[in-house]
């Protein structure tokens, strides 16, 4: 993945996107050629609906952030078709995405960063013991998607 968010900065230091729309358009097509994992496809998927939901905007407010959260999650869930409590980068996008609608205030950013890594080290933790059952079990007992 660092290959892809580093082609996210080299593409929009030289393509120069003149929108909020573009900046995210660029950034969508960089990732997924520079990451062609399930991973790379699912933040392209991302950024595809960033770029959608920032037509015409010049700004964007927590609340504004926070919905483009919620839509690009549910863009990410149908395509790859995992959900959140599937060991997924959901599993760390959602709660983000919730603190921020939910909370207002100084240190909101930091805050709702903070339960974003709880929950991505919960979720790390989760699939670490997953992996180290048995294949099978883990199919049929906690799903777990490469996402």
Known sequence: MEQGF??????????????LQETFFVSAVAINSAAPSTLGAILSVAMQSFSNDCTGLTDID??????????????MTGMG?????DKTILDSLCPYAEYLTEHEGPGIWRDAAEKAEEAAQATAQGAQECMEKE?????TEEPYYLL
């Open 81 to 85: 078709g995992a959900k959140r409590g």
């Open 62 to 75: 927590q609340a504004r952030f926070a919905e483009m959260l919620h839509h690009a999650s549910d863009q």
């Open 135 to 139: 294949e099978r079990e883990c199919v």
């Open 6 to 19: 580093k082609a996210v900065a080299e593409a929009v230091e030289t393509e120069q996107p003149e929108s």
